[in-house]
């Protein structure tokens, strides 16, 4: 029940659910079981972010369950997520390559979890601005996606979205705009027009086209997206 709270926004019924199964495992099975360190771990991801006690966790995880358990390697990748939110990029570089290798040896190359750490690799790199090697992981991320979800799949799109994110950024126009097109076409099929994900999507992409130079396509976007004209 902790995790669909968390999925659906409610945050406090998560640490409600989280803590109650926290205690319950702690009592019946002890404090360092899997169980009880997964419990905690969702504790700590319904609560503001608390890189200490991340740290203190892994910590427990590797004692008592290894390095190469679901649960630690689990807790490496939201470790790296937090220090990623903190500005702490190469040290978050370090703890998700880490993550990478172990979830490579665990799960194998084609498992969901291992394209979730390749992705946040990515946006590492391009926050080190290191954009040659955060293509590379979003582009492995992209392949492995799309073998698993779908070429047209929302979570395959968000990394088409990454990646062209990186061509903007290079200024790379026509590759960008070709990603964008395609991440759009996507999100109104399978979202709706007035989903937030398709709304993000139409905003950069009539940045990418405005200065790409692209007047004609843009001048179609905010057609169909009248709201675009206050935008730009």
């Known amino acids: ?84 939110d903190n500005g702490e990029y190469e040290e978050a570089r370090k703890v998700l390559e880490r993550c990478l290798a172990g979830r490579m040896k665990v799960l194998g190359k084609d498992h969901k979890n291992t394209f979730g750490t390749l992705n946040n690799l990515g946006n590492i790199y391009s926050r080190l601005r290191n954009y040659q090697k955060a293509l590379e992981y979003f582009e492995r991320a992209l392949e492995g996606k799309e073998k698993l979800l779908g070429k047209s799949h929302p979570d395959t799109l968000s990394t088409v979205l990454n990646i062209a994110i990186i061509y903007l950024t290079t200024k790379d126009f026509g590759k960008a705009e070709e990603l964008y097109e395609r991440a759009l076409e996507g999100f109104e099929a399978h979202l709706g027009k007035d989903h937030e994900r398709t709304i993000k999507c139409v905003k950069i992409f009539s940045y990418c086209l405005q200065h790409g130079g692209t007047f004609e396509r843009l001048a179609s976007l905010t057609n169909t997206y009248p709201w675009l004209n206050d935008a730009l």
Do not use: H, P, W
């Open 1 to 84: 029940m902790g995790r669909a709270c968390v999925f659906v926004g409610d945050r406090d019924d998560a640490r409600r659910y989280f803590k109650q199964a926290k205690e319950g495992y702690e009592e019946q099975l002890g404090l360092d079981i899997e169980k009880a360190l997964e419990a905690t771990l969702g504790l700590i991801m319904s609560t503001d972010m608390v890189m200490e006690k991340l740290r203190d966790l892994l910590k427990r995880c590797e004692k008592a369950l290894g390095e190469e358990n679901d649960v630690t390697l689990e807790t490496l990748n939201e470790l790296g997520g937090g220090l990623k």
